[in-house]
């Protein structure tokens, strides 16, 4: 059903101990994911099945960083602990923590969110390229980072920064600069105006493709012509000859 997962910690305590929980629990966010999901798929999507064999989220940290975490961060017993509780903490340590290192962010999502030019559907890869971008949010706990109004433009410009090709990204920085403000604030009239924008590009680079396809088709075919008419033309002038 999958292997269990579970949250570690060291025994000596220094100054970075809130960014290694951080990042603990932070895999441990997504690898849980991951298994929650495994195991839907093995039960057939049957709830009962799925409730029985369902490792509980508490058995899957390490008691010692549970301990931890129930004396020192959260000042609650153990006992008194549920699944929804446990999930929000987690989420409450990773908010806090990146919370202290924001101008990261930017360089981290850049790095992690890129637009899979080898993808040959354009469509689809815009769908998969917002879809990365909230994975990643949702993985590192920067939920909270892009809730108010200030957060979602923060969130918008990630997007339009890690965009590809270079002619699309300022195209649309274009847009949203001088045509399309609201886009600069509102992912979904961004993703709207990207999508547009990007389909635009494959047919403009499709139809690129075709007429250079048909220069060199041109050009082959008037090459043979000119060989043809060549050899016609000796043949003639050694009949005359003769």
């Known amino acids: 059903m999958g292997r269990k997962q579970s949250i570690g910690f060291r025994s000596t305590r220094c100054a970075d101990d809130r960014e290694y929980i951080a990042r603990s629990v932070s ?46 961060e959260w000042e609650i017993d153990k006992e008194d602990l549920t699944n929804e509780l ?4 987690i989420d409450d340590i990773l908010a806090t923590v990146k919370n202290n290192t924001v101008p990261n ?20 890869r815009v769908v998969q390229y917002f879809r990365s971008s909230r994975q990643v949010i949702e993985e590192n706990g920067w939920c909270k980072f892009f809730i108010d109004q200030e957060g979602l433009k923060l969130k918008c410009k990630l997007l339009v920064a890690s965009l590809e090709p270079q002619a699309l990204r300022e195209e649309i920085e274009s847009i949203l600069a001088y045509q399309n403000q609201t886009a600069c604030s509102d992912e979904k009239v961004l993703f709207k105006t990207i999508l ?6 494959g047919r403009d680079f499709q139809r690129r493709k075709r007429q250079r396809s048909s220069t060199r088709t041109g050009g082959k075919l ?15 002038q050694r009949t005359v000859t003769n």
């Open 27 to 72: 895999e441990w966010k997504r690898r849980r994911k991951e298994y929650e999901q495994e195991v839907t798929i093995r039960c057939c999507h049957d709830p009962k099945q799925i409730s029985a064999v369902t490792t509980d989220i508490c058995s899957s940290f390490e008691p010692s960083l549970l301990e931890v975490l129930c004396d020192l």
């Open 86 to 89: 446990r999930l929000g903490k």
């Open 105 to 124: 962010v930017a360089a981290e999502f850049k790095v992690a969110v890129r637009m899979n030019l080898q993808e040959s559907d354009v469509r689809e």
């Open 196 to 201: 547009e924008k990007a389909l635009e590009h």
């Open 222 to 236: 008037y090459s043979s012509r000119e060989v043809s008419r060549s050899k016609k033309k000796k043949i003639g």
